[in-house]
């Protein structure tokens, strides 16, 4: 064999093992689903852990266990469809005058962006005031990105107050 040959031999071996492994690691990730908190604070006795704070120290553990209720629910859809994501959703909405919050899985097509859901419409009669969709497993128990950078940009100005006030 010529050197040539060999390095294209050696080339198409390495190109192989790569792909493979591509495709090995693309069937891990489709076996894997994403973990979302399952919860409305409509329902009794949610009201305490699932409201516009998820509090997950306030879930209770002996009835959840007792009536077998699964909290964190695995995103899978049945349709197998290359065009759709799971993404974990939060949305707080106004509902004949209550305020609920829920947390659910939510299948939107890959080629949306994630702040998409911010843009859709509820149903009739119903006020959306908050929606978030996420990527990260139980990433709908966490205070929304919103909430985090008003926090955040809240700082500066708590420090001025003591100086404005003098």
Sequence with gaps: MTAVPMKALIAGVFLLANAWHISAGHEQQQQRHLQCWHCSSDTIGAEDFCDVTFQEDNIPTELIKERNINLLRSCNSTINSDHERPVCRKTVE????????????????????????????????VRRIFCEDCLTDRCNGAPGLVAIMTAILMIPILGLIPQLSI
């Design 94 to 125: 106004e509902n004949n005058g209550k305020i609920i919050t829920k947390r659910f899985c939510y299948y939107t097509n890959k080629s949306d962006p994630v702040e998409l859901c911010n843009v859709t419409s509820p149903e009739k009669n």
